[in-house]
């Protein structure tokens, strides 16, 4: 009788030890994909309408050939220099900057010209104003001469598909200070 009580006892604890093994391992699975999904919900992505865009269409290269570049979808931005709102179409006139991976204008490099962004319709002049940062996203139309002061100017010229307002500036947040000991602070 005891050779058939631990015989079954052994079965038994092998088969507990199996279960705890099973639950271990599919808690690990569980969390490996939970680890998994919350990595990717994580990963940063372009905007939408960033990922079809001529990355190597520049203000330089519709200037050179402004019939052969008309039609292509480009990414540019900058700073608002002028606007005008009509009863057809507002025009926006924007200093260019070379844009970060998120599409926002890097102030800190040398600007690369101008351009004019057309909008059909009306554009807010107090959203769109000038000295705001703004990424536009367009079809390329051709090219207008135009004046900066009393200097001929020829501008490349982007149908608006989309656009994107900057924010000027980013509200610091609050450095919590403290001190210990006498005159040693962090």
């Not at 199996?18 to 998994?36: D, E, P, S, W, Y």
Request: proline letters at 6%; a positive charge; hydrophobic letters at 40%.
């Amino acid at each position: 009788m005891t050779g058939q009580a631990s015989d079954h006892e052994s079965r038994r604890r092998r088969a507990q030890a199996m279960n705890r093994l099973a639950i271990r391992t599919g808690i690990q699975r569980a969390l490996a994909a939970c680890l998994v999904a919350g990595l990717a919900g994580c990963a940063l992505r372009p905007r939408p309408e960033a990922t079809h865009v001529d990355r190597r269409m520049d203000l330089q290269a519709v200037l050179a050939h402004p019939r052969r570049t008309r039609g292509a979808r480009v990414r540019w931005g900058g700073m608002i220099v002028r606007d005008y709102v009509g009863p057809v179409h507002s025009t926006l006139t924007i200093l260019a900057y070379p844009l970060n991976g998120r599409g926002r204008p890097r102030l800190s490099r040398m600007p690369e010209g101008r351009f004019q962004a057309v909008a059909p319709g009306y554009l807010d002049p107090i959203l769109f104003a000038r000295g705001q940062l703004v990424t536009v996203v367009g079809t390329v139309i051709g090219t207008k001469p135009g004046l900066i002061g009393q200097a001929h100017y020829i501008y490349p010229r982007v149908q608006i598909l989309a656009t994107h307002v900057w924010r000027l500036y980013r509200p610091r947040r609050r450095r919590w200070r403290f001190g210990f000991g006498i005159g040693i602070g962090l």
